[in-house]
Each structure stands twice: as structure tokens, then as C-alpha cells.
């Protein structure tokens, strides 16, 4: 699967946390394509979905136990692609 | 039934006893640092585009490595300090993108405060919700 349709299957998920990661790299995609940021600012904010989500991991609002695997490799490709 | 029942109540206080002692308390300084840079990252974010943005974020950044450091060494203050951790990264990225000759887009800047704010208002959250 690519990083699209990964992101769909994270939005899919029915988990709010998820679905709002899902959603906001969705935007920032947009963005970039739009020029509205560089590549190395997409990276950086996409990043932070991913931080974002260890912080949810940490007060355990996201339970990475629940999490489908298609949901845990979308937040991988996300990491991967964030770099 | 008597007995299932007091065993079931010993129980009970023996989960809060051990919640208590388990869970690092309230802390005000924490509390602080947290609040500081929820509102911090408010306001400043209308200084996107504008010379005093560097400045900002370099305050705030100030303020999410003094949250780390006060959060690392209090026992049994795992959630908080690994937030921390994340938080400081975050903000770190920021500040090192105001270092790069390269300006910094409006997007990126308005984007980078409202996440700021909205996890530190997740981790004040935390912060807020310890035992007293």
C-alpha cells in the first residue's frame, strides 16, 4: 500500500486519535502540493503527527494494543516518510 | 457474602493505596512550565511572518527544555516525562528551522504553534489530573 491509501486505512479506523492524524496528514499533503510549504517543512510537521501520537500513546488515550495492524504500519509509512 | 464484600472493599483501597504510590503527585512547578507554554504558543503565533517569530520561538523553546529537565528525575513520572520529551523535539525542530538561512514559510510557522499548543494542552491534561 502506498502512503495514501494507508492514510485511508487509518481513517477508516473509526479511533478518533487516528482519524485526526489521518486527517492532518491528509492536509499537509495538500499544503505542500499547494506550495504553501517546503519539502523539508512537510517532513518536519509530519513528524510532529508522529510525536503527536507518542504523546497519545503516553497518557494512554492511544492504546497501541487496539490498534489494527493496517492502522500500526499507516503510522509507520507516516514515520518513514516523515524521516 | 459479609466476607466477599469486605474482601472486595480491601480491595478496592488497596487499588487507591497503590494508585497513590505509584503515581508521581501534583507538582506546581510542573503544572507551570506546562501552562507557560500552552499560552505561550498561543499568543505568539500572530508574530508568524513578522521578525519577533525567532525570538518566540526561541522563549519557547527555553521553556519545553526547562519542562523536560524539571520533569526527568521525578519518581514515577514516566507519561509525563516521555510527553516531555516528545513536546521538546517538537519545539526543538522549530527553533532549528529559524536558524536555516531559508525563511520560514507562514504555514509552516501558524501550523507549528497551533500543534505546540494543542499537545501541551493534552499534556497539562495530565499534569492537571495527577493525585493531590
Do not use: W
Amino acid at each position: 500500500m502506498n502512503l495514501d491509501e494507508q492514510l485511508q486505512a487509518m481513517a477508516n479506523s473509526g479511533h478518533p486519535t487516528i482519524v485526526e492524524i489521518a486527517n492532518r496528514a491528509g492536509a499537509l499533503k495538500s499544503a505542500l502540493q499547494q506550495g504553501q510549504c517546503g519539502p523539508d517543512e512537510y517532513k518536519s510537521l509530519l513528524t510532529d503527527l508522529v510525536r503527536e501520537a507518542n504523546i497519545e500513546a503516553a497518557i494512554e488515550d492511544l492504546n497501541t494494543r487496539q490498534l489494527t495492524y493496517q492502522v500500526l504500519n499507516g503510522l509507520l509509512a507516516l514515520a518513514s516518510v516523515a524521516g | 457474602m459479609k466476607k466477599l464484600i469486605l474482601a472486595f472493599l480491601l480491595f478496592l483501597n488497596g487499588c487507591a493505596v497503590y494508585d497513590a504510590y505509584v503515581t508521581a503527585h501534583f507538582d506546581n512547578n510542573e503544572y507551570k512550565l506546562i501552562n507557560d507554554i500552552r499560552t505561550m504558543s498561543n499568543q505568539s503565533a500572530s508574530t508568524c511572518g513578522k521578525p519577533e517569530a525567532k525570538q518566540a520561538v526561541d522563549n519557547l523553546y527555553d521553556l519545553s527544555l526547562q519542562f523536560k529537565n524539571y520533569s526527568e528525575f521525578i519518581p514515577h513520572n514516566e507519561e509525563t516525562q516521555k510527553a516531555a520529551q516528545q513536546l521538546e523535539l517538537m519545539v526543538k525542530d522549530f527553533r532549528d528551522a529559524y536558524r536555516k538561512p531559508e525563511p520560514v514559510s507562514m504555514f509552516y510557522c501558524t501550523t507549528k504553534f497551533t500543534t505546540i499548543e494543542r499537545n501541551a494542552v493534552k499534556i497539562q491534561n495530565i499534569v492537571g489530573t495527577k493525585p493531590r
